[in-house]
């Protein structure tokens, strides 16, 4: 499996990498929201996980691009946590929505 990981923190982009590494998972990092649609178009990745706060382009509208052309599945990963965000995310269509702070393996059973 190899994921798109779109998140502009190196530090937890880092961790996560390592955490997904150590479960078989490959990913590949972009830390803007510009690069992350279009990697994420690319068909190159099984999946997405997509922060909402990040520059160039936030993860909704990522998400929103995302869904016009793609059925891949998006677990959004913020810091953007209130209910009134979990329910924007999932209606727009993201597949689950974990908010930071969270367990590694929170991210892997989504």
């Known amino acids: 499996m190899h994921v798109l990981l779109v998140d502009d923190d190196p530090a937890l982009s880092e961790m996560l990498t390592e955490y ?6 490959r990913t590949t990092a972009a830390f803007n ?7 994420a178009l690319s068909g190159k990745f099984d999946a ?3 922060d909402v706060m990040l520059p160039g382009m936030d993860g909704n509208e990522v998400l929103r691009r995302i869904r016009q052309k793609s059925a891949i599945p998006v677990i959004m ?3 953007k946590g209130g209910d009134v965000d979990r329910v924007v995310g999932l209606e727009m269509g993201a597949d689950d929505y974990v908010a930071k702070p969270y367990f590694p393996r929170e991210a892997t059973a989504a």
């Open 48 to 50: 997405v996980i997509l």
């Open 20 to 25: 997904l590494a150590g479960e078989g998972i």
């Open 77 to 79: 990963l913020t810091a």
């Open 33 to 39: 929201g510009v690069d992350g649609a279009a990697a």
